[in-house]
Protein backbone atom coordinates (compact mmCIF):
# COMPACT_ATOMS: atom_id res chain seq x y z
CA UNK A 1 0.00 0.00 0.00
CA UNK A 2 1.09 3.42 -1.09
CA UNK A 3 -0.30 6.78 -0.89
CA UNK A 4 0.99 9.93 -2.11
CA UNK A 5 -0.58 13.17 -1.45
CA UNK A 6 -0.18 16.16 -3.22
CA UNK A 7 -1.50 19.40 -4.17
CA UNK A 8 -0.88 21.62 -0.53
CA UNK A 9 0.74 25.14 -0.73
CA UNK A 10 0.15 28.75 0.61
CA UNK A 11 -3.28 30.73 0.36
CA UNK A 12 -5.15 33.40 1.29
CA UNK A 13 -8.20 33.10 3.26
CA UNK A 14 -11.05 32.79 1.80
CA UNK A 15 -9.11 30.49 -1.05
CA UNK A 16 -9.55 26.56 -2.49
CA UNK A 17 -7.26 24.10 -2.48
CA UNK A 18 -7.62 21.00 -3.83
CA UNK A 19 -5.71 18.12 -2.34
CA UNK A 20 -5.07 14.65 -4.06
CA UNK A 21 -3.65 11.44 -2.88
CA UNK A 22 -2.12 8.54 -5.36
CA UNK A 23 -2.83 5.45 -4.22
CA UNK A 24 -1.14 2.18 -5.53
CA UNK A 25 -1.31 -1.70 -4.08
CA UNK A 26 -4.86 -1.73 -2.67
CA UNK A 27 -8.40 -1.08 -4.43
CA UNK A 28 -10.54 1.38 -3.20
CA UNK A 29 -13.65 -1.05 -2.75
CA UNK A 30 -11.48 -2.91 -0.02
CA UNK A 31 -10.71 0.08 2.22
CA UNK A 32 -11.73 2.99 3.98
CA UNK A 33 -10.19 5.80 3.24
CA UNK A 34 -9.35 9.61 4.18
CA UNK A 35 -7.78 12.77 4.80
CA UNK A 36 -6.68 13.39 8.38
CA UNK A 37 -4.45 16.97 9.38
CA UNK A 38 -2.57 18.01 12.38
CA UNK A 39 -1.75 21.49 13.12
CA UNK A 40 1.01 22.93 15.38
CA UNK A 41 0.81 21.81 18.86
CA UNK A 42 -2.40 19.88 18.21
CA UNK A 43 -3.41 15.99 17.49
CA UNK A 44 -4.71 14.81 14.43
CA UNK A 45 -8.32 14.91 13.44
CA UNK A 46 -10.21 13.06 10.63
CA UNK A 47 -11.24 15.48 8.34
CA UNK A 48 -13.03 13.59 5.75
CA UNK A 49 -13.28 9.71 4.65
CA UNK A 50 -15.08 7.49 2.49
CA UNK A 51 -16.34 3.76 3.07
CA UNK A 52 -15.56 1.05 0.75
CA UNK A 53 -19.12 1.28 -0.78
CA UNK A 54 -18.30 5.13 -1.34
CA UNK A 55 -19.86 6.31 1.50
CA UNK A 56 -18.46 9.84 2.64
CA UNK A 57 -17.94 11.56 5.30
CA UNK A 58 -16.77 15.08 6.39
CA UNK A 59 -16.04 16.58 9.99
CA UNK A 60 -18.94 18.39 10.66
CA UNK A 61 -17.61 21.75 11.21
CA UNK A 62 -16.07 21.95 7.55
CA UNK A 63 -18.86 20.19 5.96
CA UNK A 64 -20.00 23.14 4.11
CA UNK A 65 -16.68 23.69 2.61
CA UNK A 66 -14.78 20.43 2.06
CA UNK A 67 -15.75 17.77 -0.43
CA UNK A 68 -13.96 14.18 -0.51
CA UNK A 69 -14.22 11.92 -3.87
CA UNK A 70 -12.69 9.42 -5.58
CA UNK A 71 -11.66 8.48 -9.15
CA UNK A 72 -11.66 4.72 -8.98
CA UNK A 73 -10.27 4.40 -12.61
CA UNK A 74 -7.36 7.13 -11.79
CA UNK A 75 -7.13 5.51 -7.70
CA UNK A 76 -6.80 8.89 -6.46
CA UNK A 77 -8.56 10.39 -3.64
CA UNK A 78 -9.34 14.20 -3.89
CA UNK A 79 -10.22 16.63 -0.81
CA UNK A 80 -11.76 20.08 -2.17
CA UNK A 81 -10.96 22.52 0.18
CA UNK A 82 -13.18 25.80 -0.25
CA UNK A 83 -13.23 29.00 1.82
CA UNK A 84 -9.95 28.07 3.39
CA UNK A 85 -9.28 29.59 6.85
CA UNK A 86 -6.08 29.77 8.84
CA UNK A 87 -7.33 27.92 11.36
CA UNK A 88 -7.43 24.82 8.63
CA UNK A 89 -3.39 25.38 8.43
CA UNK A 90 -2.07 22.21 9.36
CA UNK A 91 -0.25 19.66 7.62
CA UNK A 92 -2.75 17.23 5.43
CA UNK A 93 -1.87 13.36 5.53
CA UNK A 94 -3.98 10.52 3.24
CA UNK A 95 -4.70 7.12 5.05
CA UNK A 96 -6.08 4.02 4.38
CA UNK A 97 -7.02 1.04 6.54
CA UNK A 98 -8.77 -2.27 4.96
CA UNK A 99 -12.40 -2.70 6.07
CA UNK A 100 -15.08 -5.34 5.20
CA UNK A 101 -17.83 -4.30 2.18
CA UNK A 102 -21.37 -4.20 3.42
CA UNK A 103 -20.43 -2.34 6.86
CA UNK A 104 -20.49 0.93 5.47
CA UNK A 105 -17.30 1.79 7.61
CA UNK A 106 -17.02 5.69 6.52
CA UNK A 107 -15.17 6.99 9.30
CA UNK A 108 -12.33 6.29 11.46
CA UNK A 109 -10.40 8.04 13.84
CA UNK A 110 -6.66 8.47 13.11
CA UNK A 111 -5.73 5.73 15.08
CA UNK A 112 -7.53 3.36 13.33
CA UNK A 113 -5.58 3.78 10.03
CA UNK A 114 -2.60 1.80 9.48
CA UNK A 115 -1.64 3.20 5.72
CA UNK A 116 -0.45 6.60 5.57
CA UNK A 117 1.23 8.98 3.41
CA UNK A 118 3.92 11.63 3.82
CA UNK A 119 1.37 14.20 4.25
CA UNK A 120 1.08 17.91 1.86
CA UNK A 121 1.14 21.19 3.74
CA UNK A 122 -1.56 23.67 3.74
CA UNK A 123 -0.98 27.11 5.05
CA UNK A 124 -3.70 29.83 5.00
CA UNK A 125 -2.32 33.33 5.92
Known amino acids: VQLVESGGGLVQPGGSLRLSCQASGFHFGSYCVGWVHQAPGKQCEAVAS???????NIAFEMRDRFTISLDNAKNTLYLQMNSLKPEDTAMYYC?????????????????????WGQGTQVTVS
Open 95 to 115: AAEPRVRGYYTYYLSPIEYNY
Open 50 to 56: VSPEGTA
